[in-house]
């Protein structure tokens, strides 16, 4: 494994049935730091998010999670081991309360390999992070705004105690307001330890909180780099993000 990395993949490929729509992508993530996944709509950086977490069907390639390979894992046992996941279309539980969708995301508190504690989230650690959803503890999540859903199921993601959370369009369809608190959220979950890979296109969404960029088309990783040389590469923005 890379140094340092947490979350590792190497030569990664996914179909939706036959047509293939990865290729080859490797990628890494380390300790503390935040990946942004950029590209265009249906250049492949939620089917990637997918991948990684085993909602695939059919994938292949190598993936390392905490040096363990988990490859070929079920969603379950990944997110077990403590990869977070939070999808695009948010999948909040209309009918249970903002308190009740939390408690269906706990999990133990976790340690780095090392025995320090890990990063671990209690309610009010999230209502702290997250105050609307303070406000709002006993409303059904089907009462919410897009944008307080959006927070809930970060929230609820977060009460799984990851290491590692794959966060999917953050900024995507929500208020402004949504997105700076948004970008808040992923800049304290960072220094508290949090590493994140992100799925985003906006870029000044991923300037504000990003460490390094992968620049996704077509499925395939075009140019990788430091947040700040994809700020200074105007060519390339142009190429593949079209800003």
Excluded: C
Aim: aromatic share 6%; net charge negative.
């Amino acid at each position: 494994m890379s140094d340092g990395a947490l979350l590792e993949a190497r030569a990664l490929s996914a179909w939706y049935g036959a047509a293939q729509v990865l290729f080859d992508i490797d990628l890494d993530v380390r300790r503390g730091e935040v990946v942004a996944l950029m590209g265009r709509n249906g250049a492949g950086k939620s089917t990637t998010l997918k991948a990684l977490m085993g909602l695939m069907a059919r994938r292949r390639g190598r993936i390392r999670f905490l040096d363990r390979d988990v490859s070929k894992a079920e969603p379950h046992e990944v997110a077990r081991l403590g990869l977070g996941y939070v999808p695009e279309d948010r999948r909040v539980f209309g009918d249970l309360t903002v308190l009740e969708n939390l408690e269906v995301g706990r999990q133990a508190p976790r340690r780095w390999s090392d025995g320090t504690a890990a990063p671990a989230w209690t309610e009010a650690r999230l209502f702290e992070l997250f105050p609307n959803l303070g406000e709002m503890p006993d409303r059904p999540g089907a009462r919410m705004s897009g944008g307080e859903q959006q927070m809930l199921t970060v929230a609820r993601t977060l009460m799984g105690n990851p290491y590692v959370v794959l966060l999917d369009e953050p900024s995507e369809g929500v208020a402004p307001v949504i997105v700076e608190q948004m970008a808040h959220m992923i800049l304290a979950l960072k220094a508290g330890g949090v590493s994140i890979l992100l799925s985003e296109q906006n870029m000044h969404f991923a300037e504000l909180v990003g460490d390094r960029a992968y620049l996704l088309e077509k499925g395939q990783i075009r140019w990788s780099g430091t947040m700040a040389a994809l700020a200074d590469a105007d060519d390339v923005r142009r190429a593949y993000l079209g800003v």
